[in-house]
């Protein structure tokens, strides 16, 4: 199983509600009719009066990223067909398009992981 974290930064302007509302009521429809069925798809949002700096480090200001999105794929195989199905122009042109509307694309990060486990 592989896991793909993507860090996406809400649009200049838009508040932290605003932007989780379109991505869960706007963005995550579309996918799910979109994008071949993962395995999970979780969205994680920030808490955005949340202070959290345990060691002090002065971990303050303007995060970097709004919301962190897992999606498991059952096999590095069954991610890379999800990623040339994406890629075509008609399937991409309608994901970014609505990604512009609520989501700074210049800040996104997309990162492949294996997961591990303790408990």
Known sequence: MVKLICHFKRKAGMTLEQFKDQYENGHVPLIRELVPHPLDYRRNYRIEDAKFDPFG????????????????YASREAL???????????????????????????ATRLMLFEEMRTL
């Not at 890379?80 to 210049?106: C, G, H, Y």
């Open 80 to 106: 890379e067909e999800m990623l040339a199905f994406v890629s075509r122009p008609e399937i991409a042109s309608v994901i970014v398009a609505d990604e512009e509307q609520f989501m700074d694309r210049s």
């Open 57 to 72: 480090q002065g971990a303050d200001g303007e995060p970097d990223y709004d919301c962190i999105t897992e999606v498991w």
